[in-house]
């Protein structure tokens, strides 16, 4: 019973000072879920989809914390979290019927996890002291870095480096939102859920209205 209480207090309590730890667990889980079911689309086996939702839901928060070197790896730090994703693998795997039936929710969730890694990257490098620009940063690092590395293990070109809709951008808007409104002394919880929110904007309004990073016309101007 203490052990539950002690992990409940743990998860309502702030990461890194900054946001509830409960921020960073939910975006682990929202990537690791968009990367099993990219793995699945992939028609990977069951080894596939584990490793590639697990790089895809630890990969960018790696990047970051071995940027901000001696604050501890948040992969490391949370065993529990880690049977958490690889048995939420192994679900997708064997039942992913069920989520081809949930195309939006699988967008939504996709988008979700980017403005929680965004929240998650920015918040522990403001706390650690990494300063304005770099706390945006590393919140954009966090955010698109797990997504890159699941296209480079599938032998593509990242997301972020070909004309797309709203992804990279999305995170830049939502963690210098974050960061500017902390800085300037909003409360942090509010900092988040803003952030968060104008990061699933973003992205889903770019997808609606099709905005997109390039254009194929100006990018064959002579």
């Keep these: 019973m203490d052990f539950i209480t002690q992990h409940i207090l743990t998860l309502i309590s702030t990461s ?3 946001v509830p730890a409960f921020i960073d667990y939910l975006s682990v889980i929202a990537g690791v879920l968009t990367g099993a079911l990219v793995a699945c689309d992939r028609k990977l086996d ?3 989809v584990t490793v590639l939702g697990l ?3 630890y990969g ?3 990047f ?3 940027l901000l070197q001696s604050h501890g790896v948040y992969f490391m730090a949370h065993p529990y979290l880690l049977l958490a994703a690889i048995a939420l693998c192994v679900v997708v795997f064997f039942f992913r019927q069920i989520f081809d039936r949930i195309d939006y929710g699988v967008f939504v969730a996709d988008a979700l996890s980017v403005g929680l890694f965004a929240v998650a990257g920015a918040s522990k490098a403001f706390s650690c002291g990494a300063g304005f620009v770099m ?3 590393l919140g954009v690092l966090t955010a698109v870095g797990g997504g890159a590395l699941r296209d480079v293990a599938l032998g593509e070109v990242p997301g972020i480096f070909k004309a797309s809709n709203f992804y990279a951008v999305a995170a830049l808007a939502g963690s210098f939102l974050y960061v500017g409104l902390v800085a300037y002394g ?3 919880t509010l900092a988040a859920v803003l952030c968060v929110v104008c990061v699933v904007m973003l992205r889903c309004l770019s997808v609606r209205f099709n905005w997109k ?3 194929d016309k100006l990018m064959h101007r002579h």
Excluded: K, L, W, Y
Aim: aromatic fraction near 4%; hydrophobic fraction near 40%.
């Design 213 to 215: 990073t390039g254009s």
């Design 135 to 137: 706390s945006i940063a």
């Design 64 to 66: 970051r914390d071995f």
């Design 60 to 62: 960018g928060g790696m």
């Design 186 to 188: 909003a409360q942090d």
């Design 55 to 57: 790089v895809t839901g």
């Design 16 to 18: 890194g000072g900054v």
């Design 46 to 48: 069951i080894i596939g």
